[in-house]
């Protein structure tokens, strides 16, 4: 079993999803797209609609906010193509699932503790679908895209917690690159590889 990896930043409505989705469609075979957002609003519901609508019914959507390795690790071998969109939208899953362990245990080491936990367990998960040896994963080849946006461009945000999610995010990126076999930065709809 092996993969490969191709992770694609930009910043909001860039146009990173679509690229993906060309770049995927390249690629024959079935098609599983996690998404990482959550239905919480009627106009999210909204925009989660339109986006299963454009990608039709070649694609096998799973939603998942949170258990995102173990959704990659059980997709893997089924399908020839992977899409996550998007990991800051995973990380802030995670961030508010968390927040209710700052007010049992009065400190942030366990919260950050939890949250840098379910960063690790992903990027390990994408060294080990790289890793063909491993006898643990099923056997196949796919191609996995994954889709972020780069927060780190503008200013220092205000808040305490927007500067942790800014600074968390941009440690998921740096990793998720570090493992990845492509890196595509994308701006006003033009990608630009960069690794």
Sequence with gaps: MSAKITFVIGGARSGKSSFVLNKAAETRGPRAYIATGEALDAEMQDRIQQHREDRGT???TCEEPVRLA?????SHGKYTVIVIDCLTLWLSNIMTRTQNTDQRTKTTDSRQEMIYEN???FVHTLNQMKN?????LKSGFCNLYIVSNEVGMGIVPENPLAREFRDLAGFLNQKVAEAADEVYMVAAGIPVKIK
């Design 58 to 60: 070649e694609w096998v």
């Design 132 to 136: 063909s040896s491993d006898s643990s």
């Design 119 to 121: 960063m690790n367990e």
């Design 70 to 74: 173990e959704t990659v690790l059980n």
